[in-house]
């Protein structure tokens, strides 16, 4: 790492360079990701699959070829019954099964794993992530890794010693690298009995008592366990690249026993990779993931971030910091850093050249395809909170208020109109709220000062809206409060409650205009 900033490189870029020289001049390289679809798939999981897009990206830029695979291991084993489902009794009688085998509780999906694949499947293009899923039910079910199974097999000494350095207690003698699934009652709570040196293998099983022999070259009931299981996948799919969390990678985890294992076991050498962290929640109450079933899933960030925005996130952030999603008034700040970023790349802000090209590779990075030809029309996440909540949520009436832009523009100001939406109703602070006042509401209880400013105010000030712009709008604001004699807090105070019903809201000036004058004509109409 210290060499990459040395270099001012990008990490995504560093790892690329990293991988051609590490493994060669290849045809194809491949870079690896995946997980056990047995519940929503969280933003911190969401972390390894951008990492390794970035660096696909990378390596595709300096024109190489890259087969980027996803791994659903749908062919584990379902556990436990998260507590939050439906039709719990039901589905306790499917434990130990393979997460394939288990029905989606409410009826949606064919199976219970498939509908956390698909969650995902139907979010990842959005964000221009479109890897080639393997789905590991399907490539054990035909037999696909027979070869590779043998091989664990008969490497199986070499195989228990690996693990057995980490363990506290060794694996029982008669342990083999192999799970089965009872072909009568599909549960794993069998036990293996013996291998004949060759394809066949026998076993008992636990639950219902059957006892059978299989060919695993035929069957669709046997698998390797996790650990022997990843090592096997990165010869079977030749993988050059895969990074792993922190709880794989710590020493004797499983990211380091199956570097040792495809070595030994399957002469191949393994991955490059890295170590990505956790990242934590903020602003959100709750925890990233719990045995609740309740996380923060990619479909809760796309609610308020843009897809570029999410992605600028990641590419800007290096995978080994941990850091935290944030839903609390952070988001603001978040926006006008990538607005920032945008402005740095299309030249219209200047830092200075060594941090200029760091920040036009972040923003290349967080664009969903090519960075487009001209900088979109940027309209401050802050000021659509305020235009948003002006119509009430009505992101067509904001698209509309903006003239004589074009059809692209609009989409991009609509994308992110409705995330300043669900801000505004999931997470902002309720001093960020405010509801304007329609010629149908009751007017505000006020005094004889109250009266004399708003009436003032109808006199000097909205005549004057479609002509101002925000600056000379503030002077005559402020000229009118001292017209009015009081302080300009004071002065303020009135207005705001008159239009919103609250003592303070978004600064003036900015929100009489994005209001225009007949939304305020209306609000001061019983005054
Ligand atoms: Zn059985």
Redesign the pocket.
Known sequence: MEIMEEKQLHWADYYAEKIIREKGDKEVYVCASGITPSGTVHIGNFREIISVELVVRALRQKGKKVRFIYSWDDYDVFRRVPSNIKNRQIMETYLRKPITSVPDPEGREESYARVYEKELEELLPLLGIEPEYIYQANMYKSSTYAGGIKKALEKRETIRKILNEHRTSPLPHDWWPLSVF?T??Q?D??KMLNWDGEWEITYS?N????RQNLDIRKTSSVKLPWRVDWPMRWDFEDVDFEPAGKDHHSEGGSFDTAKKIVTAVYEHSPPVTFQYDFLSIKGRGGKISSSTGDVVSLKDVLAIYQPQVIRYLFAGTRPNTEFAISFDLDVLKIYEDYDRCERIYFGLEKIGEKREAKEKRIYELSQIGEPPGRIPYQVPFRHLCNLVQIHVGDVEAVVEGFKGIVDDEKDYIRARARCAWNWINLYAPDEFKFLLKGEDDKPIETDDTGRKVLSLFKNEVIEKLDSCDDQSLSKVLFDTARKSGLKTGDFFKYIYQALIGKDRGPRLANFLLAAGKEKIEKALKHY
């Open positions: 009872c009568s009652c549960r709570t069998t099983c639950s219902c008592g059957n």
